[in-house]
């Protein structure tokens, strides 16, 4: 999960390049904190909808995991 500009947004931790977690030491965003990142192969993903666009599976996207707030507790599906 991840959350930007107040919205919260769910992904499974799957890159669709090689199919690796994303991730290395928890660490899920760029330094610039605007995209996702994997650290696999270095796989740019947009925070708002998961597409990826940069690196080896641009044109793909993540698969999202369906997240909502109730009364201030994170729901997922
Ligand atoms: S496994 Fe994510 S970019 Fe290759």
């Given amino acids: 999960m991840v959350r930007k500009d107040g919205q919260l947004h769910g992904y499974?931790?799957?890159c669709p390049h090689a199919g690796w977690p994303l991730a290395i030491m928890d660490n899920y965003l760029t330094r610039t904190?605007?995209?996702l990142l994997c650290a696999g192969h270095?796989?740019?993903f947009r925070i708002e909808d998961g597409a990826c666009t940069s690196g080896p599976c641009a044109g793909q996207a993540l698969e999202a995991w369906p997240v909502t707030?109730?009364?201030g507790v994170?729901?997922?599906a």
Avoid: P, Y
């Fill in 12 to 14: 499974v931790d799957v």
């Fill in 33 to 35: 904190k605007d995209r």
């Fill in 42 to 44: 270095g796989a740019l």
């Fill in 69 to 71: 707030v109730r009364d």
């Fill in 74 to 76: 994170i729901v997922v």
